[in-house]
């Protein structure tokens, strides 16, 4: 048996309480065109907003079909997700994508659009479940426009889908896995056409489109094959694009060993956070330039906004931010760095309008676009500040209502039952119970008692069977 302690102070409307027990908090965050995607403690798959072309993998699709709260697609092992995808125009098809993940046996799974083989399923048909593509030995994935990446944990670097403008660094498109690098591989990420790799000597790799520099060598050339961009002591690598309106339009962030935060690539609405809104061609950098000398610990990138973290967990942002994508409370853009939590963000996501974030409290927040439901917030109204969307896990919300009853909330496992006791003293003490109520799909419990005043009550919440 699981329980929570805690003792209500009417009169001062205090509560206190000694948490001892478990729930399940956020880990993992994901965001692409239009959805989002996050993952539990307990290795469950979540899902929110657009479902176009069955994305979400909830085995239903629609070019309307969307979701505003957050949907288990998955019930555990799931290690790992990314999504990719585009937006209105290409093909007449309206927006879509693609979504990959990885379970603890090393397998690959994924569902969504596949008009160019990108699930890597042998078909171009799309899924609205989740389908096994590798059984086994998987460790990383990445998603782009029309295609994907995966690591596998002998260093060996693989892709599916479109070999358009280089992207996979191949001479075709495949509908299958093909091999690109043969071992070494430590990392990857992928936007639009664009492949990024980096290998066990810190290097960094990249292939594809290049219209607006987003490779960083120092040309606007595109790569058809791999082609070495930094040398040494990268660590970590992100990429974003915006696909409604050209597939060149991506810019990437780079850190190294130092702490360092670097950047290149498209820039108009300041989202390399350099000082610059580059609005006259080239319309961005093909150098990495240093952004942040030290202390970044991780990055994301969204279309045309980026993210990263310090290593004191706060978050930064910068760039576009027309629909509050950025959190700081305006509509305004920026290309310089901005703090937007001082602290305890553990981990972070960009997408095509919408930013999400997790505490180390295990709580989810998001800001940004919402008209699909990608928040996962109930609504489709946006938000130009971070907003609550699962609550921090094993903590115990506190409630005086007009009546004279307190209301207790918390955050557990989603379906199983909690009972409520009360005692009146702790020494000895002489639980009583007083109520067994299920926690609901998101884990949500809500109790409703009164309590004694002249006691000073204290109240437990236990799981039971």
Do not use: C
């Not at 240093?290 to 973290?309: C, D, E, Q, Y």
């Not at 955050?411 to 199983?416: F, H, L, N």
């Amino acid at each position: 048996m699981k329980t929570l302690l805690g003792r209500l102070l009417v009169a001062g409307l205090g509560l206190f309480f000694a948490l001892t027990a478990g729930a399940q908090p956020v880990t993992k965050v994901a965001a692409g065109s239009l959805s989002s995607y996050f993952l539990k403690s307990d290795g469950s798959l979540w899902a929110m907003g657009l479902n176009s072309y069955g994305q979400l993998g909830d085995g239903t699709s629609g070019f309307y079909n969307k979701t505003n709260l957050p949907e288990q697609i998955v019930s555990s092992n799931v290690t790992a997700v990314a999504t990719g995808g585009g937006f209105i125009g290409d093909f007449g098809q309206g927006p879509w994508g693609h979504t990959l993940f990885l379970k603890s046996d090393g397998s690959l799974w994924d569902m969504g659009y596949n008009r160019l083989g990108e699930l890597g399923d042998g078909t171009i048909k799309n899924t609205n479940r989740p389908e096994q593509i590798v059984a086994s030995n998987v460790t990383a994935i990445a998603a782009g426009a029309y295609h994907s990446l995966f690591l596998k944990n002998d260093g060996s670097l693989w892709g599916m889908g479109s070999a358009g403008f280089g992207a996979l660094g191949l001479a075709s498109s495949t509908h299958i896995p093909q091999m690109i690098v043969a071992s070494g591989v430590t990392a990857i990420a992928a936007a639009g056409f664009d492949s990024y790799f980096i290998k066990s000597d810190g290097s960094l790799w990249g292939m594809g489109e290049n219209t607006f520099g987003s490779l960083g060598d120092g040309t606007y050339t595109n790569a058809p094959l791999p082609e070495r961009l930094v040398s040494s002591n990268v660590t970590a690598i992100a990429a974003g694009g915006d696909p409604e309106i050209s597939y060149s339009i991506v810019h990437a962030l780079f850190l190294k060993s130092d702490g360092s935060l670097w950047a290149m690539g498209y820039n108009s609405y300041g989202q390399l956070g350099d000082g610059i809104f580059a609005t006259n061609a080239p319309y961005g950098t093909n150098q990495p330039e240093m952004i942040v000398a030290s202390n970044v610990t991780a990055i994301a990138a969204g279309s045309f906004h980026s993210l990263f973290r310090k290593s004191d967990g706060s978050l930064w942002v910068m760039g576009y931010n027309t629909s509050g994508e950025l959190g700081d409370g305006t509509g305004n853009n920026t290309n310089r760095p901005e703090q937007i939590v001082a602290g305890n963000v553990i981990a972070i996501a960009g997408g095509y309008d919408q930013s999400l974030f997790v505490r180390s409290d295990g709580s989810l927040w998001a800001m940004g676009g919402n008209s699909y439901g990608e928040l996962g917030d109930g609504t489709y109204n946006s938000s130009n500040l971070p907003e609550q969307i699962l609550a921090a896990y094993n903590r115990i919300a506190g409630q005086l209502l007009g009546d004279g009853t307190m209301q207790l909330s918390f955050v557990g496992v989603a379906g199983r039952n909690y009972a409520l006791d009360r005692s009146f003293r702790l020494s000895p003490a002489n639980w009583l119970p007083q109520a067994t109520n299920a926690a609901d799909a998101l884990g949500n419990l809500i109790f409703t008692n009164a309590p004694d005043p002249t006691t000073n009550d204290f109240w437990r919440i236990r799981s039971v069977p």
